[in-house]
């Protein structure tokens, strides 16, 4: 029940195309849905988050859309460029943005120019 | 905003010795820190939290007496991997909660020849 289930592992995109992850939950318990990006060797960086009382949140080129009745929330990265390349990783928390953190198990983005 | 220093980035110690990874929140007091370890193209797992001026709290299956970790003070957390070995070779991730999230540090990647 503590599993964040995340998917595709991998994903190949055009430069200038739309990039989604899926992720999906099953406790409901959780309040706090952050997004994160790591590059080789770095440390993981928060891009967006979200919490479950919003179906949406836009950041940029970012967008969470969040679906509670079906426990599940996705990452959109619209007009991908080279430089998105990298790992994704979902993750969900209780105790908002200062709980312990459950992760995805992380998506390897391609942009091809 | 809010940044952690982990060190060192890159450490290679010989079998049996012990080796330790500091975390420092830099501008904000991190009175819990979490510890991950990533091996290569996997997410990270949570290997236990520090609490400062407590014990700290170890996730199932995590050995305390190999993974020593003190939180001395709101600012600085330590890992300590004892009596290292070629499998303990793995990435460090820190990561310390704050009003805007978590931050992760850059990571330490352990090599135990």
């Known amino acids: 029940q503590q599993q964040v289930k995340q998917s595709p592992q991998s994903l190949i995109v055009q430069k200038g195309g739309i990039s989604i992850i899926n992720c999906a939950y099953e406790n409901t318990a959780f309040d706090y849905f952050p997004w994160y990006q790591q590059f080789p060797g770095k440390g993981p960086a928060l891009l967006i988050a979200i919490r479950p009382d919003v179906s949406e949140k836009k950041e940029g080129r970012f967008t969470i859309s969040f679906n509670k009745s079906a426990k599940q929330f996705s990452l959109h990265i619209m007009d991908s460029q080279p430089g998105d390349s990298a790992t994704y990783f979902c993750?969900?928390?209780?105790?908002?943005?200062?709980?312990?953190?459950?992760f995805g198990q992380g998506t390897t983005l391609q942009v091809k120019p | 905003g809010a940044v952690v220093s982990q060190h060192p980035s890159r450490v290679i110690c010989k079998s049996g010795t012990s080796v330790k990874i500091e975390c420092r929140s830099l501008d904000f007091q991190a009175t819990t820190m979490f510890w991950y370890r990533q091996f290569p193209k996997q997410s990270l797992m949570l290997m236990a939290t520090?609490?400062?001026?407590?014990?700290?709290?170890?996730e199932q299956g995590v050995e305390k007496d190999k993974f020593l970790i003190n939180h001395a003070s709101l600012t600085l957390s330590t890992l300590t991997v004892t009596s290292a070995h070629p499998e303990d070779s793995s990435f460090y991730i820190c990561?310390?909660?704050?009003?805007?999230?978590?931050?992760f540090g850059s990571g330490t990647r352990l090599t135990v020849v």
């Open positions: 993750a969900a928390s209780m105790g908002g943005n200062t709980g312990k953190l459950i």
């Open positions: 520090s609490n400062e001026g407590s014990k700290a709290t170890y």
């Open positions: 990561s310390a909660p704050g009003a805007s999230g978590y931050t």
